[in-house]
Protein backbone atom coordinates (compact mmCIF):
# COMPACT_ATOMS: atom_id res chain seq x y z
CA UNK A 1 0.00 0.00 0.00
CA UNK A 2 1.06 3.26 -0.89
CA UNK A 3 2.20 5.83 1.39
CA UNK A 4 0.21 9.08 1.33
CA UNK A 5 1.76 12.14 2.61
CA UNK A 6 0.10 15.16 4.01
CA UNK A 7 -0.66 18.35 2.38
CA UNK A 8 2.32 20.19 4.09
CA UNK A 9 4.85 17.57 3.19
CA UNK A 10 3.51 17.85 -0.28
CA UNK A 11 4.24 21.32 -0.26
CA UNK A 12 7.48 20.74 1.39
CA UNK A 13 8.25 17.69 -1.86
CA UNK A 14 6.90 20.64 -4.47
CA UNK A 15 9.21 23.19 -3.01
CA UNK A 16 11.89 20.20 -3.85
CA UNK A 17 11.35 18.84 -7.14
CA UNK A 18 10.98 22.96 -7.92
CA UNK A 19 14.84 22.82 -7.43
CA UNK A 20 16.05 20.54 -10.63
CA UNK A 21 17.94 20.96 -13.88
CA UNK A 22 16.23 20.67 -17.10
CA UNK A 23 16.58 17.51 -17.39
CA UNK A 24 14.96 16.48 -14.57
CA UNK A 25 17.54 16.27 -11.90
CA UNK A 26 16.93 17.18 -8.56
CA UNK A 27 19.54 19.22 -6.50
CA UNK A 28 18.96 19.94 -2.61
CA UNK A 29 19.71 23.18 -1.64
CA UNK A 30 20.65 24.56 1.62
CA UNK A 31 17.30 25.34 2.56
CA UNK A 32 15.44 22.51 1.93
CA UNK A 33 15.43 19.21 4.96
CA UNK A 34 17.66 16.19 4.31
CA UNK A 35 14.80 14.21 5.18
CA UNK A 36 12.35 15.61 2.15
CA UNK A 37 14.81 14.29 -0.32
CA UNK A 38 14.23 10.76 1.09
CA UNK A 39 10.98 11.73 1.70
CA UNK A 40 10.19 12.67 -1.71
CA UNK A 41 12.40 9.17 -2.85
CA UNK A 42 10.47 6.99 -0.54
CA UNK A 43 6.72 8.40 -1.96
CA UNK A 44 7.83 7.71 -5.43
CA UNK A 45 8.20 11.48 -6.62
CA UNK A 46 11.64 11.19 -7.00
CA UNK A 47 13.43 7.87 -8.73
CA UNK A 48 16.29 6.84 -6.84
CA UNK A 49 18.69 8.20 -9.47
CA UNK A 50 17.47 11.79 -8.33
CA UNK A 51 15.50 12.59 -10.81
CA UNK A 52 11.64 13.90 -11.15
CA UNK A 53 9.02 10.88 -11.88
CA UNK A 54 5.87 11.33 -13.06
CA UNK A 55 3.93 11.07 -10.01
CA UNK A 56 6.55 14.58 -8.98
CA UNK A 57 5.66 16.23 -12.01
CA UNK A 58 1.65 15.97 -11.63
CA UNK A 59 2.17 17.40 -8.12
CA UNK A 60 4.06 20.20 -9.60
CA UNK A 61 1.39 20.63 -12.14
CA UNK A 62 -1.41 20.30 -9.48
CA UNK A 63 0.27 22.53 -7.05
CA UNK A 64 0.90 25.35 -9.70
CA UNK A 65 -2.88 24.87 -10.65
Keep these: MER ?3 TGSQAAIAEL ?3 RYGDGLVYVPRTVRNGT ?3 AINQGFISE ?17
Design 17 to 19: IAH
Design 37 to 39: FRD
Design 49 to 65: DGFVTRKGRRLLARLSA
Design 4 to 6: VAS
